[in-house]
């Protein structure tokens, strides 16, 4: 399995950002899917997470009505779309996918992209 996350950059406090996750080497039916981030110093913190099949969705508190997580089944891609982006956002954001489990803990994941740096200045 692999997955490959891509879209950060540096951008302003109050513009969108959209990562994607493009998944191979398995079919993902059943599978979540979660975007997790880590800011430097602190500890991995779960942002988002969607079931690829029902496309049933999960969100942190801090970035509930800002960020919307989707998949595009066709092309095995899940994406992050980021509104309204604050500074306290910047972050190495990575995907990561785990069998049916609906956590926000980044120890129930088992595979794990590599990451991307979302950085948003004041």
């Known amino acids: 399995v692999q997955l490959q996350a891509s879209g950060g950059g540096l951008v302003q406090a109050g513009d969108s950002l959209r990562l994607s996750c493009a998944a191979s080497g398995r079919t993902f039916a059943g599978y979540v899917m979660g975007w997790f981030r880590q800011a430097p110093g602190k500890e991995r913190e779960f942002v988002a997470a969607?079931?690829?099949?029902?496309?049933?969705?999960s969100y942190a508190n801090s970035v509930k009505g800002r960020f919307i997580i989707s998949r595009d089944n066709a092309k095995n891609t899940v994406y992050l779309q980021m509104n309204s982006l604050k500074p306290e956002d910047t972050s190495v954001y990575y995907c990561a996918s785990n069998w049916g489990i609906y956590s926000s803990d980044y120890r129930s994941y088992t595979y794990w992209g590599q990451g991307t740096q979302v950085t948003v200045s004041s």
């Open positions: 969607i079931h690829w099949s029902a496309g049933t969705t």
